[in-house]
């Protein structure tokens, strides 16, 4: 390679003039036949002339040499680096026979000298590790948790030993029981991320299509899922002083039921989840998921553990909000303060209920109220108080019309309810045993507890590590309208903001909203790709004698039309119960499908004069740009069919007392 190097320097000199003579004999020739010739004539290609082909040809020559001899020098090169970069590739790899000596280090010294001649058995791979008093539990534990087991469990083990006279073989075993068995499985094809309503029907839903789909449900509730309704309704009524244990109730139709879906047998145990032949439903209590990887598909929970998944829907529902100045008034105030929105706040509100004197509940929406007339009944039989108190003019007054609100209000004072109206809450303290509220306008209201009902905010907290989106106006997960935020991701429940074909883009809080939302979402995890279109009602009962129904958007500020008529005795939800045969009215009513309201059959007798105060039973109509978007059933059950009907049509109405015969509210 020297001599090609050499030759290059001598011959170089030579090159460069033969190049700049064959440059300027080039040159001469356009100059003085003003055209452009070939560089090299053909006649003179042969010719060994100096000065013209014999040049060329000696240039020629020079590069072609210096071309091989600098491709002769590359190959050379690659082919040495090639060498060297397996020479060090043999030596990374003949290291590990050096370190793998070294683990037996932190044996007790008795057993080093016992095991120093069985070293070089060790040598070729860790399998001893496997040999040791660690090794059934590597054995029983799965593969991810064995490989970190018998380093851990190694130390305590020899300090045992050393410490203690005891034979190494009887007291490692008893080591062995330390480690926790595997409560969950790490992966699972569909994860239902919140235990609740629509969680258990997105679980029914795909058992439906998938029957040996395998599901599991994480909730950081204690309990197995169940409905919340009947927290603020049904269990308030009941005769059984254990119904706080059973969480048994009788509905207004005189059956009994628990507040779970499902009992505990229908269930399938997480840990055998993957191991049953038809799949089933597993659910994990008392766990949080804190964080999603949506691109490895795996959720990490509170205590650092990931669970894979294929299929994910998230529905976190909410927690309650509550009111600032409650926050701000310190420990004693946040002591006696209760937001209503689980099990545990049921069973904590019914013990304060009886060993207190006063409750104050604070906000006059359908939770408030339906609190208010629970409790205002429970007073009858005690010497409790009963306050309500919220900043609008009555009762959900910001759902039901003014003259509605007012005799609604009258209803929860008669239930044994003080009711205090047009209330800002400006401050809260406690002092001298009592919690005062003091109110903007200057009254002074003292109580034993506080009940904050004051809301609903949506559980978005994994949105930021998913990457999903929040709505700015609505809050909760902005969905499609397939309900699915990303891919393989779903989104349903409370914690979802849908859009809504017909009223624009929503986030609905009710029961029946759960099991359609939690439904259809099932559908799509298992490929149905079907849109949301119902509209979800919700319900309210003023205790078994007054409740209503709703679909749409029901907001006072909206004109509204109400068309009322004389009830009877089956006008009532206790009635409406007998007939359906379930407590929850909407779980039979959203089974069946909208179909084209019919009057009935037998002529209709004209709308009946509304009378002053007397609203037994009747349509309110809501309307926007004279289109029906919101109706409620005052004492009108099992209708909602219909209403869902007109709203869907979206159709103007000349005369909604026509309207209003659709719902045989004139029948006896």
Request: aromatic share 6%; net charge negative; with cysteine.
């Amino acid at each position: 390679m020297w001599t090609c190097k050499n030759l290059w320097k001598k011959l170089a000199p030579l090159a460069r003039s033969s190049s700049t003579l064959c440059r300027q004999n080039a040159r001469g020739v356009v100059l003085n036949n003003e055209r452009r010739l070939p560089l090299v004539p053909q006649a003179h290609m042969s010719s060994g002339t100096p000065g013209s082909g014999g040049d060329n040809n000696l240039y020629y020559l020079l590069v072609g040499a210096t071309c091989v001899g600098g491709g002769f020098y590359a190959y050379r090169t690659i082919k040495g680096d090639k060498e060297r970069y397996q020479e060090r590739i043999n030596e990374i790899a003949s290291r590990p026979n050096k370190v793998v000596p070294e683990q037996p280090i932190t044996e007790a010294p008795g057993e080093q000298a016992a095991e120093t001649p069985q070293e070089p058995s060790v040598e070729p791979s860790p399998v001893e590790v496997t040999e040791e008093p660690p090794a059934p539990v590597v054995e029983s534990e799965p593969t991810p948790v064995a490989e970190s087991l018998p380093a851990e469990t190694a130390e305590p083990q020899t300090t045992t030993e050393t410490e203690s006279a005891a034979e190494p073989a009887t007291v490692a075993p008893a080591e062995v029981p330390a480690p926790t068995p595997v409560e969950f499985p790490s992966h699972a094809p569909y994860l239902l991320i919140g235990g609740g309503t629509a969680s258990f029907a997105a679980a029914r839903s795909i058992r439906a299509r998938d029957p040996g789909a395998r599901v599991l449900i994480i909730t950081d509730e204690p309990d197995l899922p169940y409905m919340r309704p009947p927290l603020s309704k049904e269990l308030w009524f009941s005769d059984d002083p254990s119904v706080v244990d059973t969480l048994r109730f009788k509905q207004w139709n005189g059956k009994e039921r628990s507040i779970y879906f499902q009992p505990p047998s229908f269930y399938v145990s997480p840990q055998d989840l993957e191991k049953v032949e038809n799949g089933g439903v597993a659910v994990l209590t008392g766990k949080k998921v804190v964080h999603m990887d949506v691109r490895g598909n795996k959720v990490t929970l509170s205590d650092n553990t990931e669970i894979s998944y294929d299929k994910c829907l998230i529905a976190t529902g909410g927690v309650p909000r509550n009111l600032q100045v409650i926050e701000r008034a310190g420990e004693e105030v946040t002591k006696r303060t209760t937001l209503f929105r689980k099990v545990e706040d049921f069973k904590a509100l019914d013990k304060v209920s009886r060993d207190t004197k006063s409750i104050t509940i604070i906000g006059g929406g359908f939770l408030g109220s339906e609190l208010a007339c629970a409790l205002g009944r429970r007073s009858a039989d005690s010497d409790l108080e009963v306050i309500q108190m919220f900043p609008e003019k009555g009762n959900m007054g910001k759902v039901l019309p003014e003259y509605l609100s007012n005799w609604t209000t009258a209803k929860v004072k008669s239930e044994g309810v003080m009711v205090i109206t047009e209330a800002l809450v400006k401050a809260v303290s406690f002092k001298d045993g009592k919690v005062e509220i003091k109110l903007k306008d200057g009254r002074l209201v003292k109580t034993d507890h506080i009940v904050a009902a004051v809301g609903l905010e949506p559980s978005v907290e994994l949105a930021k590590s998913a990457g999903l989106e929040v709505d700015s106006d609505f809050g909760g997960f902005r969905v499609n309208a397939e309900l699915q935020a990303r891919s393989n991701i779903w989104v349903a429940g409370d914690a979802a903001c849908f859009y809504d074909i017909r009223l624009g883009r929503r986030r609905v809080e009710h029961h029946d909203h759960a099991v359609v939302s939690g439904r259809l979402a099932g559908e799509n995890m298992t490929g149905a790709n079907k849109p949301y279109w119902h509209q979800s009602m919700f319900w309210s009962d003023l205790g078994p004698d007054v409740g209503y129904e709703a679909i749409g958007i029901v907001d006072s500020s909206l004109p509204t039309v109400g068309v009322f008529a004389k009830a009877t005795a089956k006008d009532t939800p206790k009635a409406a119960t007998e007939k359906s045969g379930t407590g929850i009215r909407s779980e039979s009513e959203t089974e069946g499908t909208a179909s084209s309201p019919v009057a009935s059959s037998t002529p209709e007798p004209p709308p009946v004069p509304e009378r002053k105060d007397n609203y037994g039973k009747g349509v309110i109509f809501y309307l926007r740009d004279k289109v029906v978007v919101g109706i409620i059933l005052w004492n009108v059950f099992n209708r909602m069919p219909v209403a869902r009907k007109i709203i869907k049509d979206g159709e103007e109405h000349a005369d909604l007392n026509e309207v209003a015969k659709l719902f045989n509210i004139h029948e006896d």
